[in-house]
């Protein structure tokens, strides 16, 4: 099975931890802006990472993929299966793959993306972005979390679920080029997301991404 992208996309890192939470081994090919192998180019008409390639069954888009692999191999299931938990982890998706995401691209694009493209960043829209955007997505989340088991579980149920794995990446990215997630202000929040990157499928992903985001970074 082959994931086509840019392993820092957040896109792209939903769908290579899923996997890896799944037991499901992937290939990671790089892809994206009109680039890439020949599984991507038919499988993404639109150009959008992620792509997936199994076999001759392409695909594209996270959410689809995702679910693709949730049923692909059945057992304790990323997307459950209770009516509430399930309703309220397509949310969690939505609101991390919109919302959270949304404010966090003009963040990390402006800081770190834009440059390597050699693209004018607009640092005005980060900032703004940083100042008002991102403490409302952070105190929603504060809420949710403070009030579930011992004042800071999960976001849906008792463990760990696309929820949070839909959230935390692109809090993972803004927090590349941000220090705006304050401990004192959100605790839960800064825990949670702290246990989301210590998991070892979260972790090994991040690790290997990094010898592609350390340049962005550097000035």
Known sequence: MIIHGARPSPFVRKVIVFAAEKGIAVEVQAAGFGRGAEGYLKGSPFGKIPALEDGDFLL?????????????????????????????????????????????????????????????????????????????????????LASGPEGGGWLVGDRFTLADLAVACPL??????????????????????????ARPSVSAALAEEWPMVEPMLSK
């Open 60 to 144: 594209c888009d996270s959410t689809a993929i995702v679910t693709y692999m949730d049923a692909l191999k059945p057992g304790e299931e990323m997307i459950p299966a209770a009516p509430r938990e399930r309703a309220r982890t397509i949310w969690y998706e939505e609101f991390g793959d919109t919302i959270v995401q949304a404010a966090g691209q003009k963040i990390f694009f402006n800081r770190a993306v834009a440059r390597r493209l050699k693209r004018k960043p607009d640092l005005a829209a980060a900032d703004l972005a940083e100042a008002e955007e991102m403490p409302k997505i952070h105190d929603y989340l504060e809420s949710v």
């Open 172 to 197: 993972i990215n803004v927090a590349y080029v941000s220090a705006g997630l304050s401990a004192d202000r959100w605790p839960c929040t800064v825990d949670w997301l702290a246990r989301v990157r």
